[in-house]
């Protein structure tokens, strides 16, 4: 049993203790709330700075995408001049434009092919032939498309059919290709089912009415 002088040293130790523990933790928690303070301002700023970033790098990717556009109408232009549209532009995109939308491997292709059946009595000139399992894609560029030239496509594809009888057992499909399509001749190819691939807002060559002409052949 402790006397009351003991006991009275002992409640003024714990009352010496706990005043200290008091001091430490109030002092503990003001410097927790100060960088708790320093860390929510560095926050903030770092949110400014990436918000930053983020504007910097929309305005960078939007510039880029405006560049682009204008190289790739410049150097469509040139093509145009020059004469090699079909060679320069549009067949490197044969290839993986079809793959995309019509879910194929492309396994033989063939550029400017001409051939002549003196039986027959024909002679063809045919821009691209795409060959898949499945499908055939027979393309003619035009530099300067008009509605008459699609006619003209709609004819040379039969006279491809009786030149090339050996692909007859795969669906043919027609696309016609150039730099861009005026609103006029988009409707005239909806009509006559013929797929038209040109750039899309100068950004990249697509196929611009695919929609509508699957829908048609569903």
């Not at 200290?20 to 926050?43: C, P, W």
Request: proline letters at 2%.
């Amino acid at each position: 049993m402790y006397n009351e002088i003991e006991l009275e040293e002992r409640v003024e130790s714990l009352e010496t203790i706990l005043g200290q523990f008091i001091v430490q933790t109030n002092t503990s928690i003001t410097r927790l709330e100060r960088e708790m303070r320093v860390f929510k301002n560095e926050m903030k700023d770092f949110k400014d700075e990436m918000k930053d970033f983020k504007d910097e790098m929309k305005d960078f990717k939007t510039e880029s995408i405006r560049e682009r556009r204008a190289m790739n109408k410049q150097w469509g232009e040139l093509a145009n001049k020059m004469g090699t549209l079909m060679e320069d532009i549009v067949a490197p995109a044969v290839r993986p434009v079809v793959e995309k939308y019509f879910n194929v491997e492309i396994m033989d292709m063939m550029i400017n092919r001409k051939k002549k059946d003196k039986i027959l009595g024909l002679a063809g000139e045919f821009d691209v032939i795409a060959v898949s399992e499945k499908y055939l894609f027979l393309v003619e560029t035009k530099s300067t498309p008009k509605i008459q030239y699609l006619h003209e496509f709609m004819n040379n594809i039969e006279k491809f059919k009786k030149l090339f009888p050996e692909y007859m057992d795969k669906k043919l499909i027609p696309i016609f290709a150039s730099l861009r399509f005026e609103n006029d001749i988009i409707a005239m190819a909806n009509e006559l089912e013929l797929f038209l691939l040109a750039y899309r807002e100068w950004d990249y060559m697509d196929i611009l009415n695919f929609d509508e002409i699957s829908a048609r052949m569903r």
